[in-house]
């Protein structure tokens, strides 16, 4: 057991020495594309992959306060990546900087309603500055970052104190967190709502949308199960998680995924559905932007392969419940979960056609390696099995095999 | 079912057959183990009847998995592909209507119905499937017959294996069956 639990911190520290070599030296390169191309270019590319993986951490955010709430087995075996996930948003507002400085020392495109000479030219932007303007937006940010900071050190913190507590204290740390949980959560989804409208949706300031950040959140909770079966599965692989995960835990998460893959088309139809029925100059164009020059096609790949191909790849119970299996369907979820967020912000910068550029590559490279980095940084702090939480028994029972829920397989690692 | 009508239509006064042994079992972990016990013995017409739902059993049993998923399945894809033709139908070729300058194929619109016609015959299929595959309805069955049985829906957890199961022996099936820890057995008849 202990040579094991040095085998995954030895892993994990190289993995985290190499995220940060990469993420750091593509971040270099992204920035260096200043001089090769343009600041507009660099930063839209940069946004980009900032709102991708801030999204993930987004997701883990919510996922985390949910499980305090509603306690399961299956919010046990992903509590302390969502933990490490989540613990990275206060991070990713210093990833924010160099967005914040573009907008206000006027050095790219990114948001019109940020130009004063478009503003000025624009009836209706001109009426929206008070609410869209350089200052505001920038303390509007400021503050997500504080009070999604402010809660999740908060749930950190009794998770902390819990791991140091003895077993017999563990309702009382959980009691702790799952009246932090409850209204996290609802503090997390209103705090994504503005913070969505604002970083993503004001990128084209004259289109509103009350589903835009909703929609985009559904996603964000899929690609969520889908890492963490993609993690479990790689550690399991690697005789590193110290335990089998129990086929049913791994099912849950596969219905999970299946749900939200469901949740994620209804709320992105009906988006649709209520703008092309509606039929209204102001509200179209964005979807109009979306399905022409080049950018359709990716519209189109959205419908069959947000849609479509996970919904029959997940809808059996066979597929769910083989690790293997499941764990490629995910990694092909977090796929076509960046086509879904390169679709929702690039269109935004290049309303004549379809664009992408190496620094989008670069940028998701830097940003991505940083947010890997910082995720193993706070995955390393405490046990991947947390020791003393209330659910611990409940999977000891399930790996047993005993209890009325009998019959725990561990799911078989590789296939 | 037939078969039984025919079999009183002659009225033969013939002495009931037997229809096999049930053995009742006090809890989840117990039948379990009892399950798998009397497969690994070759026992193949192995029923349960149990007050809850427990998770493995079927497993334990060596059923092989429902049949019912596939009807559901096929259920949901008519519906939907049905409901999505008929409203094609409907309004490109019987009755084609122009709808605020929209073309006459505007399929974003069907999609609700789509979707509701998916969710309305799985669910047909999930009720009258089940229905049908269990042989339902029917009056007459004999494992009431068999003492205490009422207790399957209250506290009881029982198993039988069955007459016609090729390797059917009433005194080895006792035997084993007690040996399992049963509470009680029982020889009884159609």
Sequence with gaps: ?415 | MFKRKSEAATAAPAAPATYGIMAEFSDTDEIIHAAEKIREAGYTKVEAYTPIPVHGLDEALGHKPSRLPWLVLAGGLTGSSGLFAFMTWVNVVDYPMNIGGRPLFSWPAFIPITFEGMVLFSAFAAVFGLIFICGLPMPYHPVFNAPGFERASVDGFFLCIEAKDPQYNAANAKSLLQGLGAKAVHEFSE
């Design chain 1, 1 to 415: 057991m202990a040579e094991q639990t040095e085998k995954l911190n030895s892993t994990l520290s190289n993995l985290q020495r190499l995220a940060g070599i990469v993420g750091g030296g593509a971040l270099v390169i992204t920035f260096a594309g200043i001089a090769l191309s343009s600041t507009s270019q660099v930063l839209q590319s940069y946004l980009f992959a900032f709102l991708f993986f801030f999204g993930l951490s987004a997701g883990s955010m919510f996922l985390l306060n949910l499980q305090a709430v509603t306690s399961g087995v299956w919010g046990l075996i992903i509590r302390r990546f969502v933990e490490a996930s989540a613990m990275i948003i206060p991070w990713m507002g210093l990833l924010f900087i160099p967005v914040a400085i573009g907008i206000v020392l006027q050095l790219a495109d990114l948001y019109p309603w940020s130009n004063p000479a478009v503003v000025a030219a624009d009836y209706i932007l001109e009426r929206k500055a008070p609410y869209l303007n350089v200052p505001f937006f920038l303390a509007r940010t400021v503050f997500y970052f504080a009070v999604w900071g402010w809660l999740v050190y908060r749930m950190r913190k009794f998770s902390i104190a819990q791991e140091n507590a003895p077993m017999s204290e563990t309702m009382t740390w959980r009691d702790k967190m799952a009246q932090t949980g409850g209204p996290s959560v609802l503090a997390h989804v209103m705090l994504w709502t503005f913070a969505a409208t604002d970083w993503g949706m004001s990128l084209e300031p004259l289109w509103a949308s009350s589903m835009y950040p909703v929609a985009w959140m559904a996603g964000q909770i899929l690609t969520n199960f889908a890492l963490w079966i993609i993690v479990l599965w790689l550690l399991s692989k690697n005789n590193l998680l110290g335990y089998d995960v129990p086929v049913d835990r791994l099912h849950d998460l596969g219905k999970f995924a299946f749900a939200f893959t469901v949740l994620w088309t209804y709320l992105n139809f009906s988006q649709y559905l209520i703008i092309w029925s509606g039929n209204v100059a102001e509200f179209t164009p964005w979807f109009h932007y979306r399905t022409l020059g080049g950018w359709q096609y990716l519209a189109i790949a959205l419908v069959f392969g947000h849609f479509f191909l996970p919904f029959f790849l997940l809808l059996s119970r066979h597929t769910k419940r083989n690790f293997g299996v499941v764990a490629r369907i995910s990694m092909y979820l977090v796929a076509i979960e960046l086509v879904y967020v390169f679709w929702l912000i690039n269109p935004a910068f290049n309303h004549d056609g379809f664009s992408i550029h190496w620094t989008h590559l670069t940028a998701f490279a830097g940003v991505g390696g940083a947010w890997i980095f910082m995720f193993l940084r706070h995955l390393r702090q405490l046990p991947i099995l947390p020791k003393h939480d209330h659910r611990i028994p409940e999977l000891e029972a399930q790996l047993k095999g005993k209890h009325g829920h009998g019959h725990a397989k561990p799911a078989p690692a590789n296939h």
